[in-house]
């Protein structure tokens, strides 16, 4: 059974950082898709960084970039994210996911074509 559990969300102010972290499990294929999402109040849900397993670049909504970086810890089955500049359009439920991947290709997905998800951690950038 694949489980993905975030944590590290919180209250920051504009300008702040915070580093949100999901640990993985089940995953026992060795190529997937994963990916960061955020969906605000009364929003659909926006890919915001994601990156292949099995290498390539990440990538970024452009409103992220400059500002967020996805990283992984293979030994630890973590994917990170860190999150600097922040701002109070950037207030959200952040969601980490997963999509079994083994011909890599393009990551940067809508969220209905990831199919494992964790609870989310909430973001709250306040002015």
């Known amino acids: 059974e694949v489980q993905l559990v975030e944590s590290g969300g919180g209250s920051v102010e504009t300008g702040g950082s915070l580093t949100l972290s999901c640990v993985a499990s089940?995953?026992?294929?060795?190529?997937?898709?994963m990916g960061w999402f955020r969906q605000a109040a009364g929003k659909e849900r926006e890919a915001v960084a994601s990156f292949y397993t099995g290498g390539g670049s990440a990538y970024y909504a452009d409103s992220v970039q400059g500002r967020f970086t996805i990283s992984q810890d293979n030994a630890m089955n973590a994917m990170y994210l860190q999150m600097n500049s922040l701002q109070p359009e950037d207030t959200a439920m952040y969601y980490c996911a997963a999509d079994y991947d083994p011909f890599g290709g393009n990551c940067f997905r809508d969220w209905n074509e990831y199919n494992f998800w964790g609870q989310g951690t909430q973001v709250t950038v306040s002015s």
């Open positions: 089940g995953l026992t294929h060795s190529y997937y898709c």
